[in-house]
């Protein structure tokens, strides 16, 4: 199995998941991965969406956690049952655009000692983040088209990539492990898994050749900012202590 590709989902169907694997199905030749849906106990139906299209998709997986286990917690459910050469851990508030899989993962066949690598995109806080005029939802992926085809192979290495869409080599998961459930719901995770694999020697490339649109955390949105800013204070204290 080529790629393995992880969606965690946590309510947002509609406005979230369901454009989001859409998306895969329409962008991705099926023979290339597997697709595996990790549910944190959503209440708006997303369970029976998720149970017909395992019925519809003979490379999909479901699996429906009674509670929510967190960004970290569920996307391990997710990388525990992966087949894959390489695991996409892949945000439900995100579209892939046509060629994705194989824009993404074109650096690893270049370099051995590259461990992990990410898109550019519309949205994040890092050098990923790249300003392409007018673009919006809906013609993302005509107007990304344009930029990466003038940036195919090119990639640049970097300290953080932004986990809403990752790609991760099996042998860095062989060599470091999964991500660290000691975060909870969510937040510093992907920098410690970040920091983990560059202390063991592999590289960290952005790859400027695929796009991949974000819509932004849907979850984290929805959260009270006084709520939000516990679990940052809390994650970051225990991520500042742990390395």
Known sequence: MRASIVVLTYNHLEDGTRPCLESIFRNT?????????????????TPDY?????????????????????????????IKVAKGDFIILLNNDTLVTPGWLDRLLHPFSKDPSIGL?????????????????????????????????????YYFETEKLGFFCVAISR????????LDEQFGIGMFEDDDYCLRAKRAGFKL???????????????????????????????REYFTRKH
């Not at 050749?209 to 006084?226: D, N, P, Q, R, V």
């Open 171 to 178: 042998k860095v998961i062989d060599k470091i492990g999964i």
């Open 117 to 153: 690598v990410g898109p550019i995109t519309n949205s994040a806080g890092n050098e990923q983040m790249v300003i392409i005029p007018n673009l919006v939802e809906s013609n993302h992926e005509k107007l990304s088209e344009e930029y990466v085809s003038k940036n195919k192979d």
């Open 205 to 235: 490339v952005v790859d400027e050749g695929c796009f991949i649109y974000h819509k932004g955390s849907l979850s984290f949105k929805k959260m009270a900012e006084e709520e939000y800013r516990e679990i940052f204070r809390k994650n």
């Open 29 to 45: 030749s099926a023979e290339d991965f597997e697709l595996i849906v990790v549910d944190n106990s959503s209440k708006d139906g």
């Open 50 to 78: 998720l149970n017909e299209l395992k019925k519809l998709h003979s490379n999909v997986k479901v699996i429906l956690n009674e509670n929510n286990k967190g960004y970290a917690g569920g996307n391990n459910d997710g």
